[in-house]
């Protein structure tokens, strides 16, 4: 397992992992992502904030860092934390304890750059992934709702609207 930033090269397979992603929430859960932002992406990608996890010739997972995200944390983004989003196990490699692995990397790396916080969000919904992340470590920290009057922010991801969004971090030691 070695986790490397992904490049442009890696599109064709993040692409296919993402879809695959979708189509199992759809199944799993019934809620899902709402399709890639290419652009978003291809952001992340130039300022290495996307990273990949790789097991010998293939991309066992891949997930997005963030060192602010003032829309879900509101006033607690001041504190020093990294974010987690979006991350995808290939079907292939499902039960991997990614992340496990994941959570310790964004710990080492938040470490490094000085941040007190991993934090991440799941659909309030999604009750097997909230349960998920408390048996990583992570502690509930509250629900963020967006509402109709929030629909005409267009950074708003549609996914995010509904039930509302679990928060959840775990503090950097």
Not at 18 to 28: D, L, M
Not at 96 to 114: L, P
Not at 135 to 141: K, L, P, Q, T
Request: aromatic fraction near 14%.
């Amino acid at each position: 397992m070695h986790f490397t930033p992904t490049t442009i090269d890696d599109l064709p397979v993040i692409r296919e992992l993402f879809a695959a992603a979708i189509a199992y929430q759809k199944v799993k859960f019934g809620k899902h992502w709402h399709g890639l932002n290419e652009a978003q992406l291809l952001s992340e990608i130039d300022n290495h904030l996307h990273w990949k996890i790789v097991e010998t010739d293939a991309i066992g997972a891949f997930f997005s860092i963030a060192f602010t995200d003032e829309l879900i944390w509101e006033e607690r983004d001041s504190e020093p934390a990294v974010y987690l989003h979006r991350i995808v196990t290939n079907p292939l490699y499902r039960g991997k304890g990614y992340v496990g692995a994941i959570t310790n990397w964004a710990e080492n790396f938040g470490r490094a750059a000085g941040k007190r916080f991993v934090r991440l969000d799941t659909d309030v919904d999604n009750s097997r992934l909230n349960v998920y992340y408390r048996e990583h470590g992570y502690v509930f920290c509250g629900v963020k709702k967006f509402t109709d009057k929030d629909r005409a922010n267009i950074n708003i991801p549609l996914h995010y609207f509904g039930s509302g969004l679990s928060l959840f971090e775990r503090a950097i030691t």
